[in-house]
C-alpha cells in the first residue's frame, strides 16, 4: 500500500535531546540515592517520563512514590528542553520537503506537550504538522501502539498507509504494533532495530519518498 501519512518521533530523531534526558533521568536518580547505568537506561530508552519513572521505581524500589518520581524527572526535562534543543542532520530539511509534498504530518512523542510545542517552533516546523501527540496523552506510551494509532487516526490515515520515522526500539516496536511501515535511524539496538525497520538509514540526510500522496479527501 502506498505511503499517505508520516508520523514522526522527536527524541533523538528530529532534536538531539539525548543529553538533556539523561539530565533529567540523573536528577531522579540521585534524589534517589542511585546512579545512571546504560544496563538500567536500555530498560527505558524510549518511553515517556511517567514511564520511565516507573520501570526506575521498580527497578530500584525506593521509598518515594511513582507519582512524586514521575514529577521531579517530567518538570526537570521540561526545564531543560526551555534552553533549546540542536536539530538532528536533515531533519528539519525533510519534515519541509514533505509538508510541501502534501504529505500530511504526525508528530508521536514521548515528551511532554510543554517541551513539544515549543522546541517545534524553535527549529521553524511547527506549521509543518498537522497533528501533534504526545503518548502521556494515551493510555499506553511505546512500545504499545497507542500514540501512532492516534496519530492515524487524527490524520484521517489508515494505519497501513502510514511510515513511522524512529529512533529508538521501543519505538519501532510500537510502529510494528500499529501495523504501520518504520524508516528508522537507530540510536541503540541497531541489530534487533535492523529485524524489525522496514528501512534503516544513518541519518535523515538519507531519507527520500517517492511520489506524491493520495488526497485525504
Same mark, same amino acid.
Given at each position: 500500500? *502506498?505511503? /499517505? *501519512?508520516?508520523?514522526?518521533?522527536?527524541?533523538?530523531?528530529?532534536? &538531539?535531546?539525548?543529553?538533556?534526558? &539523561?539530565?533529567?533521568?540523573?536528577?531522579?536518580?540521585?534524589?534517589?540515592?542511585?546512579? /545512571?547505568?546504560?544496563?538500567?537506561?536500555?530498560?527505558?530508552?524510549?518511553?515517556?517520563?511517567?514511564?520511565? *519513572?516507573? @520501570?526506575?521505581?521498580?527497578?530500584?524500589?525506593?521509598?518515594?512514590?511513582?507519582?512524586?518520581?514521575?514529577?521531579?524527572?517530567?518538570?526537570?526535562?521540561?526545564?531543560?528542553?526551555?534552553?533549546?534543543?540542536?536539530?538532528?542532520?536533515?531533519?528539519?530539511?525533510? @519534515?519541509?520537503?514533505?509538508?510541501? /509534498?502534501?504529505?500530511?504530518?504526525?508528530?508521536?512523542?514521548?515528551?511532554?506537550?510543554?517541551?513539544?510545542?515549543?522546541?517545534?517552533?524553535?527549529?521553524?516546523?511547527?506549521?509543518?504538522?498537522?497533528?501533534?501527540?504526545?503518548?502521556?496523552?494515551?493510555?499506553?506510551?511505546?512500545?504499545?501502539?497507542?500514540?501512532?494509532?492516534?496519530?492515524?487516526?487524527?490524520?484521517?490515515?489508515?494505519?497501513?498507509?502510514?511510515?513511522?520515522?524512529?529512533?529508538?526500539?521501543?519505538?519501532?516496536?510500537?510502529?510494528?504494533?500499529?501495523?504501520?511501515?518504520?524508516?528508522?535511524?537507530?540510536?541503540?539496538?541497531?541489530?534487533?532495530?535492523?529485524?524489525?525497520?522496514? &528501512? @534503516?538509514?544513518?541519518?535523515?540526510?538519507?531519507?527520500?519518498?517517492?511520489?506524491?500522496?493520495?488526497?485525504?479527501?
Amino acid at each position: 500500500m *502506498a505511503i /499517505r *501519512a508520516c508520523i514522526f518521533d522527536m527524541d533523538d530523531l528530529l532534536v &538531539r535531546s539525548g543529553p538533556i534526558w &539523561r539530565i533529567a533521568e540523573c536528577a531522579l536518580l540521585e534524589r534517589l540515592g542511585a546512579e /545512571r547505568t546504560d544496563e538500567l537506561a536500555s530498560k527505558y530508552k524510549g518511553m515517556n517520563t511517567l514511564d520511565v *519513572a516507573r @520501570v526506575i521505581h521498580a527497578e530500584l524500589k525506593p521509598s518515594l512514590s511513582v507519582e512524586k518520581c514521575q514529577r521531579i524527572i517530567r518538570s526537570r526535562l521540561i526545564e531543560e528542553f526551555m534552553h533549546g534543543v540542536p536539530a538532528m542532520p536533515g531533519a528539519v530539511e525533510l @519534515v519541509r520537503r514533505l509538508a510541501a /509534498r502534501r504529505y500530511p504530518l504526525a508528530l508521536a512523542s514521548g515528551s511532554p506537550m510543554e517541551a513539544i510545542e515549543p522546541t517545534l517552533v524553535r527549529l521553524g516546523i511547527r506549521e509543518c504538522f498537522d497533528q501533534v501527540v504526545s503518548s502521556e496523552m494515551v493510555k499506553r506510551g511505546k512500545p504499545h501502539p497507542d500514540v501512532f494509532l492516534k496519530a492515524a487516526e487524527l490524520l484521517r490515515a489508515e494505519p497501513a498507509e502510514c511510515v513511522v520515522f524512529e529512533d529508538s526500539l521501543v519505538g519501532v516496536q510500537a510502529a510494528a504494533a500499529a501495523g504501520m511501515s518504520c524508516y528508522a535511524v537507530p540510536s541503540g539496538h541497531f541489530e534487533e532495530i535492523a529485524k524489525l525497520a522496514t &528501512r @534503516v538509514y544513518r541519518s535523515l540526510e538519507e531519507v527520500e519518498l517517492g511520489g506524491e500522496p493520495v488526497s485525504a479527501e
